[in-house]
């Protein structure tokens, strides 16, 4: 069984609520090379444990989560995910936080940005995996992210054609030393 909130976001990249021990085994078989953990509470140790047997690497950037209206999303910490995200050596990846709504939905948001996706169509996305809790504060945090800003600390972004089941995608594709 998927965890709460799973969906695909594009080739190689997944979002979702927190994962539990229910859903190890559909985690299996999408063979995750990596997990973004968004908040800042260490990772319970049954899921250590499980990433720890399936050779998954866990990447965490610590977000606190909020419903202040004039919270401040860390734009550094979204930076540090977008980079994991674009570079196809960690895929496939999971991007989670607790519920897969908020923190999830802005690095999400911000991704699409850099797919040069319309913004009613990124808020549209960000709606419908937060339902009836849409932050005004996050929706703010995505049109005001400034994706030009990603050149600094990425050396090279390109796109690569692979085929997945006899058809060709276009994906971004991040080269950095780090």
């Not at 909130?5 to 190890?24: A, D, K, L």
């Not at 090379?33 to 690497?57: D, H, K, T, W």
């Not at 948001?109 to 005004?136: D, H, I, P």
Request: proline share 6%; hydrophobic share 40%.
């Amino acid at each position: 069984m998927p965890p709460a909130n799973f969906g695909m976001v594009t080739w190689g990249i997944y979002r979702s609520g927190f994962p539990s021990s229910e859903n190890f085994g559909f985690l299996k078989t999408i063979g995750l090379r990596s997990i973004v953990y968004l908040c800042p509470e260490p990772y319970p140790r049954p899921n250590a444990e499980f990433l720890e047997s399936q050779g998954i690497r866990l990447f965490q950037f610590g977000i606190e989560g909020t419903k202040e209206p004039l919270a401040k999303i860390p734009r550094d910490a979204i930076m540090g995910a977008l980079k994991l995200l674009l570079d196809v050596r960690n895929h496939p990846v999971l991007i989670h936080c607790k519920k897969g709504k908020h923190r999830t939905g802005c690095l999400v948001g911000c991704l699409r940005k850099l797919q040069n996706w319309c913004m009613t169509s990124v808020f549209e996305e960000y709606q419908r995996f937060a339902a009836a809790k849409v932050r005004a504060s996050d929706l703010r945090f995505i049109e005001t992210f400034d994706v030009s800003a990603m050149s600094e600390g990425i050396l090279g972004i390109m796109y690569r054609y692979q085929s997945c089941i006899g058809l060709h995608s276009k994906r971004i594709m991040c080269r950095c030393d780090s």
